[in-house]
């Protein structure tokens, strides 16, 4: 996880519970209150619940579930890096994130780890002493419910590994992220402010020393801030952008004291590395990126191009067609933002694939398919698909053969505008 400052703390605990860490903590907690709540729980129960074990039976339960679990989290751990590392290496590195961040393979994890932690406990417990008769009956019916969750995780967690850091199980992981990112961007496209399109001549900035991504920003906080020092707050850096002292993260329209600096600051979640939920352009880029990747002179892989192009198609139709009822009225009537612009996130998504793979015809000719499709879902954006349509276009010239050049033109149809 990036390092952040600032930033609300529902943000905070948002992203810490995406961690595999915070899962594994619960799970061990739940684990060891579970062990231990077997040796006073039988003194609460009015009637004795006793079965004949045989000598140490539950101890050689315990041992095999820790010894086996030891295995199975080690196990684990192997297949989630080399997961990892496959999608750095065959996608985009900007992919990890959101493989760390399976629930899935997090809950297997959690799992592994919560269940040694009962066993072991339930073994240390089980020599010192701590559990009656009753409660090692007990115990032994807890083991046997562990066990039975590991079995459906585990059996869950094999099949997940089918396809767990392949290509297409990264694919649709970024289209997800992009989707749901440009989607919200969408709705929000100014996060409930005022759009700002020009800047005030008499504002004062508030910027920070160090460069810095913006995460996300609690605009709810700036109006709150707007309105206690009757002022108005011109946001300079969207998620996705990086702030310095070049690039200040908000304007005001007071002289601001050191105080509302740090208040401003603090509506400001900052970190090293870009992150997908408010920024519309990362998960659009890394799948520019992986599309890249498969069309380098090492890797020739034109399909994936194709499928990413596909993706592409369907995380901008779904963002085009939202209604307009969806979308959010005024909500801060004191804070300023900027749009992210159209142009710019048809340009990440499409002119990458289109220079690195103007040797392909294929690639250009379903990009060409994808803009006309798209210019149909809205015709609002008709000249900027254009316009990039005749990019693709011109691209083929300087790379394709007559035929060849032929066939990416008539993909974009009958009578295209270029």
Not at 265 to 286: E, K, M, S
């Amino acid at each position: 996880m990036a390092n952040t400052s600032g930033g609300s703390l529902l943000i905070h605990v948002q992203r810490a519970l995406r961690t595999v860490w915070a899962r594994a903590i619960a799970f061990t907690g739940a684990a060891v209150l579970f062990a231990l709540a077997a040796g006073f729980v039988g003194a609460w129960i009015p009637f004795e619940i006793t079965v004949e074990l045989g000598q140490n039976s539950v101890d050689s339960i315990l041992q095999i579930v820790a010894t086996a679990m030891l295995t199975a989290t080690t196990f684990s751990i192997t297949a989630m890096v080399t997961a990892y590392s496959s999608a750095t290496t065959i996608a985009t590195p900007r992919s990890t994130k959101l493989l760390i961040a399976d629930p899935t393979s997090q809950t297997a994890l959690s799992t592994f780890t919560g269940a040694f932690v009962f066993a072991l406990v339930g073994i240390i417990a089980l020599s010192t002493g701590y559990y009656t008769e009753q409660g090692r009956t007990i115990l032994f019916f807890g083991t046997l419910v562990v066990i039975g969750v590991i079995v459906i995780t585990l059996l869950r967690w094999i099949g997940h590994l089918a396809r767990f850091g392949r290509m297409a199980d990264v694919i649709d992981r970024v289209e997800d992220a992009a989707s749901t990112a440009l989607t919200a961007y969408m709705r929000r496209p100014t996060l409930g402010a005022r759009e700002l399109t020009r800047l005030p001549v008499s504002s004062f900035p508030i910027a920070v020393t160090d460069a810095r991504y913006v995460i996300a920003v609690d605009v709810a906080r700036l109006d709150a801030l707007a309105h206690e020092h009757d002022c108005e707050v011109y946001v300079g850096a969207t998620p996705g952008t990086i702030a310095d002292v070049l690039h200040p993260l908000a304007h005001v329209t007071v002289s601001p004291s050191a105080a509302l600096r740090d208040q401003v600051r603090a509506a400001f979640t900052l970190g090293r590395h870009r992150d997908y939920d408010q920024d519309p352009r990362l998960g659009v880029i890394a799948l520019a990126e992986i599309g890249s990747r498969a069309l380098s002179p090492g890797t020739n892989d034109p399909g994936t191009a194709i499928e990413v192009t596909a993706a592409l198609q369907r995380v901008f139709s779904q963002a085009f067609t939202i209604p307009d009822d969806d979308v959010a009225e005024l909500e801060h009537d004191r804070v300023w933002v900027p749009r992210t612009q159209v142009e710019d996130l048809l340009a990440d998504a499409f002119r990458p694939l289109a220079r690195d793979g103007a040797g392909f015809v294929e690639v250009l000719i379903r990009i060409q398919k994808c803009l006309v499709a798209l210019a149909e879902t809205a015709p609002e954006h008709r000249a900027l698909l254009d316009r990039l349509s005749a990019e693709v276009q011109a691209r083929a010239r300087g790379a394709l053969r007559r035929r060849e050049v032929a066939a990416v033109r008539d993909a974009a149809g009958p009578t295209p505008s270029f």
